[in-house]
């Protein structure tokens, strides 16, 4: 092994979202490979992005994945569900590390999930709109019944950390309620946010439907295409990678969200300058 | 009068916002000075503002000023609640036309409508937490008693066009319904999207609380400074000025949006690029 590639293994996974949600998908691989380092990016300057064109939120995915690329990552996760559905493939044509999103290992998950073939997807106006998880759902599984939602409140909801009260719930009841009695048994949830609300959305949909949170399936992709690429981090397993974030706006109580999202607190958090960053 | 003079006059007033709800601005300036042409930019490729920090705020409302100054605007209106309430101060001194926002007016008008001497103010976190709507209504009315409530989910409401059902009414009654028993008669309506769901608002309030919107009260204001520094349009009455928006993102429905927030569909509309525009 040459000297080169020992310092491959040894860079960090790039992990970007539009803002902090993305943090649960750096917890779900940070518990899966430990030894990793990982330079984490979140767009809260321009957060969120679920409600953009996909024009615009294609130029963010670039200018934030060149970010990390500059930080000398050797893999791009895409944490966003927004800029994974309209832009991972062109991200994946032009950039010079390997990229990977969270929608094919979502949907994998989905569709393992599933006993009776008919699920549901749930995420922002752009995730629901570019029809990307469809795509990737229907080529695991070619005739799954899929139900598309738009559910783009509950960003508001975690955003607000209204959880649990009655204003949860009826968000919940307005969106959902529909779904169970379309026979859907399990449901992905197709926004970094929306695992925090899986209490009041099992509430609507019952016990009976399955909730996939594409976080652990992602994890898993990534340590697949490590191996796959001989990038592993090479150090003893004990070793503990180190973490560093980088957020555009130091946005009002972001360590006590990020907190909620990762489990726990930021150690290493840096002001980024997109604008000025070359 | 010199060629410069008529010249400075026939230009468009610049108003600007984060996204499209100050609109509801310029729908008031419209009304009441029907001769006078518009440039506005609304920064939806960036929204929303209300839950940034004041430092970004601050450095965004520069730039879409700037943008605004570019195009030759003889005056700027900051049409939005949560940029006025962190940076009017630091606009005004540094730009080279006058500049006026939201604050001021709205202050006016809130304390030209109470009878008890004890006010609400509704906004997002940046406006709320600014302090700027207490201490322009403190300079009016000393000894004024102020609620100052963040509200923002109900941006949230106003996006998704949630403006009278079942959540829409559980949100206002979370946030508001401890206020008509604290004596509040008057409520300011602090954020550009808020008139929009003034119905559910007054339900929950009550018919003895007066909401304040200050759009009406910002358009005197901007007649008043025209016409202070002679830069009213000389048109004859009758002739209508034109109207021209720019957005850093041409989000999907904002025809729509832009419509229930001005009363009619925009006519131009223009993709604007702050990175690349000198």
Chains 1, 2 share one sequence.
């Not at 990552?73 to 927004?82: D, F």
């Not at 393992?112 to 749930?122: L, Q």
């Not at 607190?265 to 300058?273: I, Y």
Request: hydrophobic share 45%; with cysteine.
């Amino acid at each position: 092994m040459t000297n080169g590639e020992v310092r491959m293994t040894s860079r960090p996974i790039g992990v970007f979202d539009s803002g902090i949600g993305g943090l649960t998908v750096v917890r779900a691989i940070r518990s899966r490979l430990p030894s990793e380092s990982i330079s984490y990016f979140g767009d809260t300057a321009r957060l969120p992005y679920g409600t953009k064109s996909a024009e615009t939120i294609t130029r963010f995915a670039f200018e934030d994945a060149d970010f990390l690329v500059r930080r000398g990552v050797k893999v791009i996760v895409v944490a966003c569900h927004s800029a994974a559905s309209v832009a991972l493939e062109k991200l994946c044509a032009r950039l010079a590390v390997p990229v990977l999103g969270v929608i094919e290992p979502g949907a994998r998950a989905l569709v393992a999930a599933t006993r009776t073939g008919r699920v549901a997807v749930i995420g922002t106006n752009a995730t629901i709109n570019s029809g990307a998880y469809e795509r990737a759902i229907r080529a695991l599984a070619r005739d799954i019944e899929i139900v598309a939602k738009p559910t783009p409140l509950f960003v508001c909801l975690a955003e607000e950390g209204w959880l649990d009260n009655e204003v949860a719930l009826a968000v919940a009841q307005r969106y959902l309620s529909g779904l169970a009695d379309e026979g859907v048994d399990a449901v992905l949830l197709g926004c970094t946010h929306f695992p925090l609300l899986s209490g009041v959305i099992a509430k609507v949909l019952g016990p009976a439907v399955r909730l996939v949170d594409p976080g652990s399936a992602t994890a898993a992709s990534v340590e697949r295409l490590l191996r796959e690429q001989g990038l592993l981090a090479q150090g003893a397993p004990a070793t503990s990678g180190t973490m560093r974030c980088y957020l555009s706006d130091l946005v009002p109580n972001f360590q006590l969200v990020a907190t909620r999202f990762l489990g726990e607190p930021l150690a290493e958090v840096l002001k980024a300058d997109l604008a000025n960053d070359q």
